[in-house]
């Protein structure tokens, strides 16, 4: 089952613009919300995250936005540069078995023209 | 020091073969994971290991998936008798901590195509 929903699945967005992709949830015992930046050819990288007691959380020109009582979340991408050129994932996760497990979204290409 | 060390990086196999794929984690790492990541997806969960100790293995999609570390280092995810539906990315993860919080290091991944 699908328990973390992505969109939009591609976006292109020019340089300077800002950068917005969603996420919604089903399980309600998700406590652990990252956002993960992938390359082509190479494996995810942790980008920011955020856990539910707070609604925001900001990291240079990356913000998350959380709504905890919509069961959503976003990544904000301020003054997007062709750098940022890539696929996004967002994550969520419970503890299991001692182990943060994480549940991925379908994933986000982002193209930033120059 | 190193990140994750995957190998290897591809492997193409004839449908019936049986395929390893290592995963050296960062060392001291006492947490593993592998996951699957088909064409276009995101990363889908297989399992983990704290030290050698496999404690989740709910998302091997079949009895012919088996991972093993042994020595609570190095692991190897095995598939035998390999279908065209697991050609894939193989991703290894490792974390230093057990527990919340702790950032996955993702390696690079193994990309299977089954013919």
């Known amino acids: 089952q699908q328990q973390v929903k992505q969109s939009p699945q591609s976006l292109i967005v020019q340089k300077g613009g800002i950068s917005i992709i969603n996420c919604a949830y089903e399980?309600?015992?998700?406590?652990?919300f990252p956002w993960y930046q992938q390359f082509p050819g190479k494996g995810p990288a942790l980008l920011i995250a955020i856990r539910p007691d707070v609604s925001e959380k900001k990291e240079g020109r990356f913000t998350i936005s959380f709504n905890k009582s919509a069961k959503q979340f976003s990544l904000h991408i301020m003054d997007s540069q062709p750098g940022d050129s890539a696929t996004y994932f967002c994550a969520a996760s419970t503890l299991s078995a001692g182990a943060q497990k994480l549940v991925f979204g379908q994933g986000t290409r982002l193209t930033i023209n120059p | 020091g190193a990140g994750v060390s995957q190998s290897p990086r591809y492997k193409v196999a004839k449908r019936g073969q049986d395929v390893a794929l290592r995963c050296d984690p960062i060392s001291g790492h006492v947490s593993l994971f592998w996951y699957q990541q088909a064409l276009g997806q995101g990363p889908e969960f297989l399992t983990y290991?704290?030290?050698?100790?496999?404690l989740d293995k709910s998302g091997l999609p079949s009895d012919r998936f088996f991972a093993e570390r042994p020595e609570g280092s190095v692991s190897t995810l095995k598939i035998q008798r390999t279908q065209q539906e697991d050609s894939a990315v193989y991703l290894c993860?490792?974390?230093?901590?057990w527990g919340p919080g702790g950032e996955l290091f993702f390696g690079e991944g193994s990309r299977l195509t089954v013919l």
């Open positions: 399980n309600t015992a998700f406590d652990y």
């Open positions: 290991f704290q030290n050698e100790a496999q």
């Open positions: 993860a490792s974390t230093y901590r």
